[in-house]
């Protein structure tokens, strides 16, 4: 079957892109399309053209499961193909429904007229992966839009919607019935037109206040991203060259983004928010388990917020608690929340209340028997675990899921307080559930195959980016993390401020520094944790900084201090001065005296920390490629998706330079804190990559 199909209705071709589901780019298509134009052309009969897209969409662009492969340029490519449409002697009518992204919406550009539907998509997203639109796009767009409105959209890589641009030069007409015929409507009145209505031959004016603004905002709202000035640019070439010469430059400046760590970072990244949802031994069609109903036990910080994501998604959500006076705690933090979202504007009351019609609760396990899936959220502690799954292990239907959403404790031995293991599975939320994009989805032992293919669905139907973990203490995430904390607070023992140590790593890219990430995660949490590695790690080490915080009761915001000071309410860390004197006394009793510590060196100890556990992780199984642990971090973490992840970060700089800064702090102050893992070594003696 042709990837695009050709029908003629009286005077006008219709040429219907057909590359389901979105009618992307292949060569296929474009081979196809090609065909079909000169067909077009050599029919006398033949007035006027109208491109379509048959299904969802007209088109979206570029069709990934070529990308790097030998078809993804060979011709026609879309310059050739949209070269051809402009070489016509006839009008091409662009009809838009659903989504015109990227090279979908340069192919539209190429046409002579755009009709659209009523919402349909518009957009030129190319900055999201570190490059520029390469068929045209920055050149065509301001020539349809004017300047200023094409900045906007090629650097924000954000979609318009049709009805936004109608009567501008990008959409000459929103189509309200059926998309096709009225697009064909209009290419007979407009058939006889001449000359002929090409992007190209317009000019446009430069606007010096557009590209100043444009070039002010990108530096402050997309720090550390090469393209979008790039991308302005490309787009004032359209006002100072000619229209071939603009083009050149476009590829050019194409070409070179191509070829920089962050592009290639943001399209593993792009390509990994896909591979996560893949699992070798669980194949795509392995039948899932139909969740219709969800039931949390435990409507704390963390339940409250799990229910939330599935009642948010359309799910009918029931909270089982203790007792009467935390089912209400519960309930009363979820409506201050959606509350929270419609005084801001996010949220519509009437979608609010429609959510929270949708939670339950109830103290009773026999009102949650019929649930599909049953979350525990409930204390941190092994005994408390066994007992809600014994309980739900006598409660729930047969072939219910039965998740837990604990952050350190074994899987396998909860399963093991239940005659059903196989449908036990580790779901591990990151706090606020409601907010946080990650979901670690911890896989037992005898967790089957069904069981895990339906929380990765479920995943995705609660917009959450589903991540597959083995058992081991803290997962992928919080598990290497630890040791990024641990780096961090030796850097304060050795001359470094928590405010330099994090303002060194956000400068970096993260989203936040360590210090202030803990004070909002709660600065009690991981001093649970050290007291009880102290037990069962005596070997692993910690700088005393933190505890010192929190025996003076400072938890972070919760309590208005940690190892920042907080306004009444606010959430911004305020260095404080008085840490500051604990740190300096505490380095001073140590008898370690304090050395300037550049900002190089706390990224890499904090960075390699990372970068060493998640080899260990990777080497052990935990995770099951190396994309897995850097998506983890860019949807979990704050690390900056154009750094890639940890580990592409590690195959960019190189593994053998990594090893050798590790064995360089191996020799300095708490050097025994680290030791190369065998993976990370083995990679850089053969030369090899993560990735
Ligand atoms: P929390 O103390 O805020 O809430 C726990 C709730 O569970 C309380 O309301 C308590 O009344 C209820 N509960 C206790 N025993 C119960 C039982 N037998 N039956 C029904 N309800 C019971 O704790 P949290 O922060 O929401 O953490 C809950 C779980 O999520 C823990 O396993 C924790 O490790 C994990 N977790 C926490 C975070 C976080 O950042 N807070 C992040 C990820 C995972």
Known sequence: MSAAQYAVDGAVAVIRLDNPPMNTLAHALREALMRHLARAAADASVKAVVLAGAGRAFCAGAEIREFNTPKSIASPNLRELIAAIEALDKPVVAAIHGVAMGGGLELALGCHYRVAAPGAQLALPEVKLGLIPGAGGTQRLPRALGVARALAMIVSGDPVKSEQVAGTGLVDEIVAGELVPGAVGFAERIAARRPLKRLRDLSVTADAA????????????????????????????????????????????????????????????????????????????????????????????????????????????????????????????????????????RLAQGEMDARLARIGSTLSYDDIRDADLVIEAAFEDMRVKKEVFAALD??????????????????????????????????????????????????????????????????????????????????????????????????????????????????WGMAMGPFAMSDLAGNDIGWAIRKRRRVERPDFGYSAVPDLICELGRFGQKTGAGFYRYEAGGRAPIPDPEIDKLVLEHSRAMGIERRAIPDDEIVERCIYALVNEGARILEEGIAMRAVDIDMVYIAGYGFPPYRGGPMFYADTVGPDKVVAAIERYAKGYRGDSWEVAPLLARLAREGKTFN
């Open 210 to 345: 557009a590209f100043a603004e444009a070039r002010k905002k990108a530096a402050k709202e997309q720090r550390g991203y090469p393209a979008p000035a790039r991308a302005i640019e490309a787009v004032e070439g359209s006002t100072t060259l000619a229209f071939d010469d603009g083009v050149r430059n476009e590829r050019r400046i194409f070409d070179e983004l191509v070829a920089t760590p962050e592009s290639k970072a943001l399209r593993h990244a792009f390509f990994g928010e896909r591979a996560v949802a893949k699992v070798p031994d669980v194949p795509e069609d392995t039948p899932t388990i139909e969740v219709k109903r969800v039931a949390i036990v435990g409507a704390g910080t963390m339940g409250g917020g799990i229910a939330m994501a599935f009642a948010s998604a359309g799910f009918p959500v029931t909270l089982l608690e203790t007792s009467r006076e935390a089912l209400e705690r519960g309930l009363a933090t979820v409506r201050k929340n959606y509350a929270g979202a419609v005084a801001r504007g």
């Open 394 to 507: 006598r409660a729930m239907k047969p072939g219910a899921i039965l998740a837990t959403n604990t952050s350190t404790l074994d899987v396998d031995a909860i399963a093991g307080a239940t005659s059903r293991p196989e449908s036990v599975i580790g779901l591990h939320f990151f706090s606020p559930a409601n907010v946080m994009r990650l979901l670690e989805i911890v896989r037992a032992k005898r967790t089957s195959k069904p069981v895990l293919a339906t929380a990765l669905k479920l995943a995705k139907a609660i917009r959450k980016l589903g991540v597959v973990s083995g058992v081991c203490d803290g997962f992928i995430g919080n598990r290497m993390v630890e040791q990024y904390l641990r780096q961090a607070g030796f850097l304060l023992d050795e001359g470094a401020l928590p405010q330099q140590v994090d303002r060194a790593l956000q400068d």
